[in-house]
């Protein structure tokens, strides 16, 4: 199956796109992020998208980002934090290497803050979360191959538990030393 070497999920503020761009550098690839794409076309921002046109329409154009991108893409790809809610998304990345970025409430808070520029928490953050997870942590489950608990850590953490849940690293071995600094015995 092609795709992606990496699919992020999990909810808004837990680190996708930095974690997402660390694990390309690793993995010497390109990095992709399905919100970037969803503005980059619309030519406007995910806020004014769910203002003027509303959630449905912007959950339409998410579908097509998404399948457009787990299809074409070959490097690392972040989700945006609602993409598991369609069906067919979920169905496409069935078998895929897909990691479930999680956090609890607290941490949640601290990262997105009160003053969000994500329309989805921008009133009562907290609550808005809590039921945002509740209706969504089976579906992250239920996609992910392996799910990464963020709570505490710095992102290159985060990228490392992520490079050995889907066993990416590359044998010691395998590594070809820069010219100059090869083993001598
Ligand atoms: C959303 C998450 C956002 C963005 C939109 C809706 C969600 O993406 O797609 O604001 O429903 O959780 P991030 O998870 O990248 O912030």
Redesign the pocket.
Known sequence: MTGPLVVLVG???VG??TVGELLAERLGTGYR?T?ADIVAAEGRT?ADI?VDDGEDH?RAL?RAAVREAVTGHTGVL?L????VLDPATRELLAGRPVVYLSMDVDEAVKRVGLNTA???LAVNPRRQWRE?MDARRSLYTEVARAVVATDGLFPEEVAEAVLDALELRLPAGDITPPPGQEKTV
């Not at 945006?80 to 993409?83: H, S, Y």
């Open positions: 909810p808004m503020g996708k796109s992020d919100d995910i769910f912007f998410e972040s945006g934090g609602g993409a994500r329309p989805l945002l």
